[in-house]
T-cell receptor, first 114, second 118 residues
């Protein structure tokens, strides 16, 4: 593994179903993030984690939950998917104390909720 | 509240010419960072360039430069000698300051789609 991996690459999901998007990084970065990308809105932060064991809410957290049991993994769960959660989801990570904090992004997961 | 505005939904440029993509931001923090990312049609997000709020020189990275005008709160991306491979979506982003409690969080603009014509 090099960088950030996300799984699945794409998924079609029935409304009301539970879904977990997986994200793994091998850079030993402290901070990790989940964004959703929607046309005309750019990327919006869903949840973040500054270090293993801690998480925080971003701009659009409703309907999503995250956990950070260890440094490498940061899964995003949709407890009961709704069509408005159709989007492309990006996981990212950064060194927390790096002076310029470039975020490295995963390849994205395209999710369609019907 | 912090905000990033990209007023150009789409831009066209002739190959080998320079193009400027606009970005304005709003923040009450004194310490912040500004980033530009490129997203080609394949979907990945590629970091291009960074400018710190205390940096006195405009950032440059190869053909990319950032025209940072702090008083006007603008951070425009300039791409010199455009290439066909520059056709992509470009996002301006701002890192929130420590004072807001979310030091590493990025706020993104809506993006500008650049098309380079031969």
């Amino acid at each position: 593994i090099a960088g950030i991996t996300q799984a699945p690459t794409s998924q079609i999901l029935a409304a009301g179903r539970r879904m977990t998007l997986r994200c793994t990084q091998d850079m030993r970065h402290n901070a990790m993030y989940w964004y959703r990308q929607d046309l005309g809105l750019g990327l919006r932060l869903i949840h973040y984690s500054n270090t293993a064991g801690t998480t925080g809410k971003g701009e659009v957290p409703d309907g999503y939950s995250v956990s950070r049991a260890n440094t490498d993994d940061f899964p995003l769960t949709l407890a009961s998917a709704v069509p408005s959660q159709t989007s492309v989801y990006f996981c990212a990570s950064s060194e927390e104390e790096n002076s310029y904090n470039e975020q490295f992004f995963g390849p994205g997961t395209r999710l369609t909720v019907l | 509240a912090q905000k990033i505005t990209q007023t150009q939904p789409g831009m066209f440029v002739q190959e080998k010419e320079a193009v400027t993509l606009d970005c304005t931001y709003d923040t009450s923090d004194q310490s912040y960072g500004l980033f530009w990312y490129k997203q080609p049609s394949s979907g990945e997000m590629i970091f291009l360039i960074y400018q710190g709020s205390y940096d006195e020189q405009n950032a440059t990275e190869g053909r990319y430069s950032l025209n940072f005008q702090k008083a006007r709160k603008s951070a425009n991306l300039v791409i010199s000698a455009s290439q066909l491979g520059d056709s992509a979506m470009y996002f301006c982003a701002m890192r929130e300051g420590r004072r807001t409690g979310g030091y590493n969080k990025l706020i993104f603009g809506a993006g500008t789609r650049l098309a380079v014509h031969p």
